[in-house]
């Protein structure tokens, strides 16, 4: 493929649309109430945009690029759009803990807690729980756990995508 059309435009954009649209999910579940216990559709509404927006990205990358599309291509496209999205949330989040809900950490240790006392824990091993709980609290951890589940999350799917859209020009004679 000699003319290959460059995927950082792609991948910028539709990873703004995937940051932006789990954005507006996140705030459309804090509006409602539902942040610190959501049902389990938000988790199948989280992956339809997740999943959605890979695809989406990788297609329109295919139809520029003259139909063509090598796996590695649309991993790339795919796990690229994944990080952009991530970054997103990523920045989101740390605004939605700091500033707009700055308790919602104890909130859902809150919940954590009540839930392993309703499962037999003793006060002992709930608080052994938090204790170990908290060395995962960092901001930089956190970001970079989101980071790496989402480029992770989206190797998965644009690897899957891409085995299935790609063709070459050898294919087509």
């Known amino acids: 493929m000699e003319n290959q059309v460059n995927s950082k435009g792609f991948i910028v954009n539709n990873g703004v ?3 932006v649209a789990s954005v ?3 705030l459309v579940l804090y509006a409602t109430g539902n ?3 959501p ?3 938000a988790s199948v509404i989280n992956a339809i945009i997740f999943i959605g927006t890979i695809i989406y990205g990788i297609k329109q990358y295919k139809a520029a690029n003259n139909g063509f599309l090598s796996w590695g291509q649309g991993v790339k ?3 690229g759009v994944a990080i952009v999205g991530g970054l997103i949330l990523v920045i989101y ?3 939605f803990t700091n500033f707009i809900e700055p308790d919602f950490m104890q909130q859902m240790m809150d919940i954590q807690n009540q839930a392993f006392l309703d499962q037999g824990m003793s006060e002992e091993q709930v608080e052994a729980a938090n ?3 908290k060395a995962f609290q960092g901001p930089f951890l956190l970001a970079a756990l989101g980071i790496i ?3 992770i999350g989206g190797f998965v799917v644009a690897a899957i995508a891409a085995a299935i859209m790609k063709k070459s020009e050898e294919e087509t004679y």
């Open 149 to 151: 589940s989402y480029a």
């Open 131 to 133: 204790q170990m709980g």
């Open 77 to 79: 496209v795919g796990v």
């Open 17 to 19: 649309i995937l940051g």
């Open 39 to 41: 049902h389990w559709s």
């Open 35 to 37: 942040h610190l216990k």
């Open 93 to 95: 989040n740390y605004l």
């Open 24 to 26: 507006i999910f996140a």
